[in-house]
Nanobody, 126 residues
Framework: QVQLVESGGGLVQAGGSLRLSCAAS????????MGWFRQAPGKEREFVAT????????YYGHSVKGRFTISRDYAKNTVYLQMNSLKPEDTAIYYC???????????????????WGQGTQVTVSS
């Protein structure tokens, strides 16, 4: 079992930055690839970013590539999402997730993930 708790959400003006954190507890955090997803009201959950269990590889959704950065700190059992140049369309609840998936493709589908946090709200004002 892995428990995930997100933090760092809030209200920010367009063009600003936020850093989300996801603290993991439980077994073998380092064995899981980690991902961030988001869901806006009335929309489907959207893939944002993922990082491999080794931390050596990352992959981003098209809408955030070049603006967001995912990283992980093994000593703190934490994964981060640095969000820069925020836009109003980035407004959503952001979820952290963990997966044991080790296939040849990046885990961009939510069904690949075994564990989820409760989410943190990010609101970007125009």
């Amino acid at each position: 079992q892995v428990q995930l708790v997100e933090s760092g959400g809030g209200l920010v003006q367009a063009g600003g930055s936020l850093r989300l954190s996801c603290a993991a507890s439980g077994r073998a955090f380092s064995r899981y690839a980690m991902g961030w997803f988001r869901q806006a009201p009335g929309k489907e959950r959207e893939f944002v970013a993922t990082i491999t269990w080794s931390g050596g590889d990352t992959y981003y959704g098209h809408s955030v590539k070049g603006r967001f950065t995912i990283s992980r700190d093994y000593a703190k059992n934490t994964v981060y999402l640095q969000m820069n140049s925020l836009k109003p369309e980035d407004t959503a609840i952001y979820y952290c997730a963990a997966t044991g998936y080790s296939g040849s493709t990046y885990p961009v589908r939510s069904y690949r993930y075994n564990y989820w946090g409760q989410g943190t709200q990010v609101t970007v004002s125009s």
